[in-house]
């Protein structure tokens, strides 16, 4: 039911979803039917969502997503580089280098 051209029936199953999503929470189920979403491919569709032309689907989409399905922690990936005592940002450019350093 996501993948239809028609906005409103979009919109109406991705409210029915997130209704079934914060009822699972509820009842403490939220794992398993996250599992199965994901399972079917459905997670995947939804994603596909958030580039909807239409505002309102792609908030409904995001919305689930951020809500339901956040990123794992081995998934989040720290990209601002250590900082040392005086706010500077220390940056560890010898682990980059081969060993034996560069040869051209």
């Known amino acids: 039911m996501l993948d239809v051209k028609e906005a409103k029936i979009v919109m109406i199953s991705l409210d029915a979803l997130n209704n079934i999503l914060i009822a699972a929470d509820k009842l403490e189920q939220k794992p398993k ?6 399972q079917i491919g459905a997670l995947d569709t939804i994603e596909k969502l958030q580039t909807h ?5 792609y908030q409904k989409a995001l919305n689930i997503i951020d809500n339901h399905f956040p990123l794992e922690e081995e998934e989040i990936v720290e ?3 250590e900082t040392n005592p005086q706010g500077n940002f220390q940056l560890n450019v010898a682990a980059s280098q081969p060993v034996g350093g560069f040869k051209f």
């Open 53 to 57: 032309t239409n505002e309102e689907i």
């Open 79 to 81: 990209i601002m580089p």
């Open 33 to 38: 039917i996250t599992a199965v979403i994901e």
